[in-house]
């Protein structure tokens, strides 16, 4: 059964730093991995989606990468902003379903 | 404007009155599934529908039932709910399952169950 794993579980650091955030899976056997971000009273908004034939996806200042055979993604965020500041969560789908199966989320603050 | 609908967003209930969370879409997206999110437990699939007429369970299904009769709906319906039902709710729906980056998500309906 796949599990997913997001740490750290908060993470408060100054405008400007630049950061990465920790996804890892249980089950290697992934279709694809997904981020999102999700801020206070809001859904959720897709932010990379990873298949599993890729090592990485980049949009704007986000950088996300997938190491199968270590059960990892990273989410890479360059010179932060306060308008980064929201919950980051990352989803795995595993071959033959079509279920996510979602980490917890890191909490991200980015202060001025 | 391309949107995921809910109704209610905040609702307070007590144990065992039948309520329904209603969910709409504009998009004409063939699949639709309801999460809910709980501290500590992250998201969780209840139920998902890859079409009209085609439902399937999620990770924690019991006690909740849905229905897809038309594309644009599918409704979460908690028969008898109890306080472990307390949580927030999220519709989303997606033109091609979950491996599509088009991932829209409704903004939540926060449930209370006394």
């Known amino acids: 059964k796949q599990e997913v794993t997001q740490i750290p579980a908060a993470l408060s650091v100054p405008e400007g730093e630049n950061l990465v955030l920790n996804c890892s899976f249980t089950?290697?056997?992934?279709?694809?991995l997904q981020w999102f971000r999700q801020d206070p009273g809001k859904g959720l908004t897709s932010l990379l989606l990873?298949?599993?034939?890729?090592r990485e996806q980049t949009s704007g200042r986000l950088n996300a990468s997938l190491d199968k055979s270590s059960g990892r993604s990273t989410l890479y965020i360059a010179a932060s902003q306060p308008g980064d500041s929201a919950t980051y969560l990352c989803?795995?789908?595993?071959?033959?379903?079509?279920?996510?199966?979602f980490g917890t989320g890191t909490r991200l603050q980015v202060f001025p | 404007e391309a949107q995921v609908t809910q109704n209610p967003r905040y609702l307070i209930t007590v144990t065992g009155k039948k309520l329904t969370v209603t969910c709409s879409q504009n998009?004409?997206?063939?699949?639709m599934s309801w999460y809910r999110q709980d501290p500590g437990l992250g998201l969780r699939q209840i139920y998902y529908?890859?079409?009209?007429?085609?439902?399937d369970k999620g990770d924690v299904p019991e006690g909740y039932k849905v229905s897809r009769k038309e594309k644009r709906n599918f409704p979460l319906i908690l028969e008898s709910p109890s306080p472990n039902q307390t949580s927030l709710y999220f519709c989303?729906?997606?033109?091609?399952?979950?491996?599509?980056?088009?991932?829209?998500f409704g903004p939540g309906t926060r449930l209370t169950v006394t």
């Open positions: 989303a729906s997606s033109p091609g399952g979950t491996g599509s980056i088009e991932q829209y």
């Open positions: 089950d290697s056997a992934i279709y694809n």
């Open positions: 990873i298949q599993s034939s890729q």
């Open positions: 989803a795995a789908r595993s071959y033959n379903t079509d279920k996510l199966i």
């Open positions: 998009m004409n997206h063939e699949y």
């Open positions: 529908s890859m079409n009209v007429e085609v439902t």
